[in-house]
């Protein structure tokens, strides 16, 4: 074949791996004698042409992704030897399509995973389905369709899209919660929270749904009263329900954060105040008939004044309380019920109070004692009510004669006596805002609870034997919500374990997350059969070492899924109770809406236009408010993946995806901002182009000097450093991809800067060209394993390769020459960086970097050696970058002297006092 003066024809002499000689070929394939003896297609420069294309055009893109895309998503990475690095996205919900939001996501998991991969980690990188939920219900109602097929429809479709868009994740880890081998393990789970103590069931009243016919959380209402999902007005409703004790775990959980990295930000304070401040118990109070004969229920009050219980006189609940729906009397203010104290035995009435000052929204309404003995307003209050009370305390503050077993007490020794005695009704230290999991939900589509009723053994639990409790997989759902489980009569009606008496199952089924909250465990261990993961693959594989999701998530589900962590660590199944290590927050993707001001309705963009420099609708004339927002079809601003891979590619789809913007920021769908992405595709495109013209005598080069060439020789080699440093800085610390592609992006500059001549002799810069390959590899594979294909159909550059594919490269490493940085802290302040020489720093040692920083004269004149109380932690923070900590108290003590000292000299200096004495 001729090539035209536009086209560079180029012979393939790139070897597999293992191959030292030409390998033989049939039938145009190549034979490789690589341990899996596989057969991979005969590649050119491009493809099946032989022809490297000068011009990147869209249809090149396609034609090179359709190449590559089966081979790399049947490639078997080589057996990692770092250690474990487990990276997990949030797995979606199987609605049908991916949209941008999950492309988003899962290209930040597919980068780091395939970066620690070439860094020599095992990478865990699973994927699976959050499949159960009331869009697939309410989906069988509108399309005649059964929720299992349309579940399992999209399940296909969508796990296509992401095999299409280049995604490595482990397959074979792949889980579906509504899949009985699944949920199986979650009725599992519910059933050691049961044996725990951990579950119960009460009234109370819930958000309800009218539309959707379900209960939905607090956080699942918006400001305005209306469900998250129907949009409709949610009402209040006294149902028995279903509840997970998360506030026994409330304070472990709140001191956890103190110990969860830098990174999680402000997620940290999302979740402590989602817990609240740790300052109190809930107590559990018997409430009593009216003639005080019988307990007929209970009711659960917060105190931050144990002692203070003593001294009750009364208990207040506002109008829209539980106790006032269960408990209604003629009098309006008062309750035809009483409460029987559980540390006096004595029993107190209950008033209906209006609060004086409207609750935070989507709090609860609270219950609270009245304590006159403590507080003024109460003793007025109980005086206006005729409400007798007696004193607790001595004049000195004591507890009084007459309470057994605490009398002459101070108030915190009672505290600590009431706690320690109390168990049955003193919950462990909670805040007032922390409430109990309600895992309760009036729908069909979702786990059922593995609990039966029998009218004489109570609740139940299914044996452990017999799970799954399976769902029944109805063909037809004729309308939303309601009971439908409740309506299978054959499923419902049961035997008891206990009895073998006739029995009911349970009907409402599992909040799904009650599913999300364990699934990246079940990942490490997903074929097990006997139990929902082994202890080994689970102290092998935890804790995820990155987890990356939408800040949406930040609360409920992240909050669950630490509770189950820290209840299975204390079941001895996990080595630590945070479940997660590093976390990514990943910002929105938005689109540009268009809102018509007059009618307040949302347009595409195809139905406005630009008139006297004014966006107005098409047709009407209206004025119209632009703004970027979080891609929605409601507001007619979002755009199919597929669309965009058809314009732009899959691999530039990705990179606008991870460029321009930090993984936490959101990312404008805008193209005017993906040039430069897609200026630096062409600019890669062409020195490869350039280098293989060069090599293959296409091109001709003009001389330079031996002293020229040394220096850009020199330059090229401090540009690599220099790079590999600040991309592996950007990564590892502060897993800002934007800015490694941004330093990759500077660093490929350097490569079309230097002489021609330099792409036929330069070692160093086949190296570099190699590097900047291998680093784009993880961002986007496609396109960086056809431009490693090219440059190796060079013959210097496929033995310097190893004859290597790129995914089976190293990631780059600094010379080790260059010097890394150590940093040295003293008591949490930086005071000095020590520079250590690369080869010395990845085997670097904790008593080493003590040495060395008693070396630098910055902690040398405060101390010159550890101390026996004294403490020291090496961290590392990145490949390039450790830090020092050291607690030394008496240095630190000295430091803080010194620096005041020089301040009050320096004080004195200005104000013409040059002999002033200075603090020692």
Not at 634 to 646: I, T
Not at 764 to 786: C, G, S, Y
Request: hydrophobic share 40%; net charge neutral; charged share 25%.
């Amino acid at each position: 074949m001729s090539a035209t003066a536009s086209q560079v024809q180029v012979t393939m002499v790139v070897l597999p791996l293992l191959i030292i000689k030409p390998p033989l070929t049939r039938a145009g394939f190549l034979l490789s004698k690589s341990r899996d003896c596989r057969w991979i297609p005969a590649r050119t420069a491009f493809n099946q042409t032989g022809i490297w294309e000068p011009k990147l055009t869209l249809q090149v893109k396609q034609d090179l992704e359709a190449y590559w895309k089966p081979i790399l998503h049947n490639v078997k990475h080589r057996q990692g030897s770092r250690g474990k690095y487990y990276v997990l996205s949030m797995f979606p919900y199987p609605s049908g399509k991916l949209h941008l939001g999950h492309v988003r996501v899962y290209a930040i998991s597919d980068s780091m995973a395939r970066m620690r991969k070439l860094q020599g980690y095992e990478v865990i990188h699973p994927m699976g389905w959050d499949a159960f939920g009331l869009p697939a219900e309410n989906a069988a109602v509108e399309k005649g369709m059964p929720a299992h097929v349309w579940t399992e429809s999209n399940i296909t479709h969508m796990r296509q899209q992401l095999i299409n868009m280049g995604f490595d994740f482990d397959w074979d880890r792949e889980v579906r919660t509504c899949d009985p081998a699944y949920y199986r393990w979650t009725q599992h789970l519910f059933l050691q929270l049961w044996d725990a103590g951990l579950v119960y069931q009460k009234e109370a009243f819930v958000n309800w749904d009218p539309v959707d016919q379900t209960v939905l959380a607090n956080e699942q209402v918006d400001e305005n009263g209306r469900s998250w999902r129907s949009g409709a007005v949610v009402e209040k409703k006294l149902l028995k329900q279903w509840f997970i004790k998360t506030s026994e775990y409330a304070a472990a959980l709140q001191e956890g954060l103190a110990t969860v990295p830098s990174n999680w930000f402000d997620v940290v304070d999302l979740q402590r105040n989602w817990i609240g401040e740790i300052t109190g118990h809930r107590v559990k109070i018997e409430v009593w008939d009216a003639q005080r004969t019988k307990a007929v229920d209970t009711v659960s009050v917060f105190t931050d004044n144990l002692p203070g219980l003593l001294g009750t006189a009364f208990l207040t609940v506002p109008p829209d309380h539980e106790m006032c729906a269960k408990h209604r009397s003629e009098n309006a203010q008062s309750l035809d019920v009483a409460c029987r104290n559980p540390l006096t035995g004595e029993f107190f009435p209950v008033f209906v109070v209006e609060e004086t000052q409207r609750r935070t929204v989507g709090l609860d309404p609270e219950a609270r004692f009245g304590v006159p003995n403590l507080n003024e307003a109460d003793a007025d209050f109980a005086a206006s009510h005729s409400v007798t009370w007696r004193s607790f305390l001595t004049a000195d503050g004591l507890i009084a004669k007459g309470f057994v077993g605490l009398s002459g007490m101070s108030m915190s020794a009672a505290a600590a006596k009431i706690v320690a005695d109390g168990k049955e009704f003193i919950s462990t230290p909670i805040s007032s805002k922390c409430k109990d999991w309600l895992i309760s939900r009036q729908r069909y589509w979702g786990t059922p609870i593995p609990l039966v009723h029998c009218a004489g053994c109570g609740h139940v639990p299914v044996a452990a034997e017999d799970l799954p409790v399976k769902l029944p997989l109805l063909e037809s759902i004729s309308s939303r919500g309601g009971s439908l489980l409740a309506q299978q009569v054959d499923w419902v009606n049961t035997v008891c374990p206990k009895c073998n008496g006739p029995a009911k199952r349970e009907t409402d089924t599992m909040d799904t997350f009650v599913d999300s909250s364990w699934y990246f465990l079940r990942y490490l261990d997903p074929k097990n059969e006997s139990v929902p993961f082994s202890r080994e693959a689970a102290m092998a594989g935890m804790p995820v070492d990155l987890y990356i999701g939408g800040k949406e998530h930040a609360l409920m589900h992240l909050f669950y899924a630490r509770f189950i962590g820290y209840f299975l660590h204390r079941q001895g199944l996990l080595p630590q109770p945070e479940p997660f290590d590093h976390l990514l927050s990943q910002g929105f993707v938005q689109g540009k809406s268009y809102q018509d001001k007059v009618t307040g309705r949302y347009l595409t963009a195809s139905e406005v236009e630009i008139v006297g420099g004014k966006t107005v609708g098409k047709g009407t004339g209206n004025e119209i408010v632009e703004e970027w927002e979080k891609m929605s079809k409601s507001k007619m601003n979002g755009l199919d993946p597929d669309d965009a891979v058809a314009e732009y590619g899959i691999d530039a789809t990705r990179l606008f995806m991870l460029g321009n913007v930090a993984p936490r920021s959101h990312r404008r769908w805008d193209p005017f901002l993906f040039k430069g992405l897609l200026n630096w595709e062409l600019y890669l495109w062409l020195i490869v182009n350039d280098y293989i013209g060069l090599n293959s005598g296409k091109y001709q080069a003009a001389a330079i000097s031996k002293d020229e060439e040394d220096r850009h020789e020199m330059e090229l080699a401090e540009s690599r450093n220099h790079h590999v440093k600040e991309i592996d800085g950007s990564l590892d610390k502060y897993y800002g991809i934007n800015m490694a592609l941004k330093k990759l992006q500077n660093l490929s500059t350097s490569l079309r800067k230097v002489p021609s001549s330099m792409m036929q002799t330069s070692p160093q810069f086949r190296t570099n060209l190699r590097d900047v390959i291998t680093m784009l590899f993880p961002f986007a594979p496609h396109f960086a394993a056809e431009l490693w294909t090219g440059a190796c159909s060079v013959p210097i550059m496929a033995v310097e390769a190893g004859h290597k594919q790129v995914w089976e490269s190293d990631w780059p490493k600094m010379d080790e020459t260059c010097k890394l940085d150590l940093i040295i802290q003293l008591d949490g302040e930086r005071i000095a960086t020590v520079k250590v020489p690369a080869a010395e720093f990845a085997t670097l040692t904790e008593d080493q970097a003590v040495s060395l920083a008693f070396q630098n004269e910055r902690l040398s004149k405060y101390a010159s050696s550890l101390g026996p109380t004294d403490s020291v932690n090496l961290v590392r923070t990145s490949d390039v970058e450790a830090t020092l900590e050291l607690n030394i108290p008496e240095a630190s003590q000295k430091r803080k002297a010194a620096w005041r000292a020089e301040k009050a000299a320096k004080k004195a200096s200005r104000k013409g006092k040059p002999d002033a004495v200075a603090e020692p």
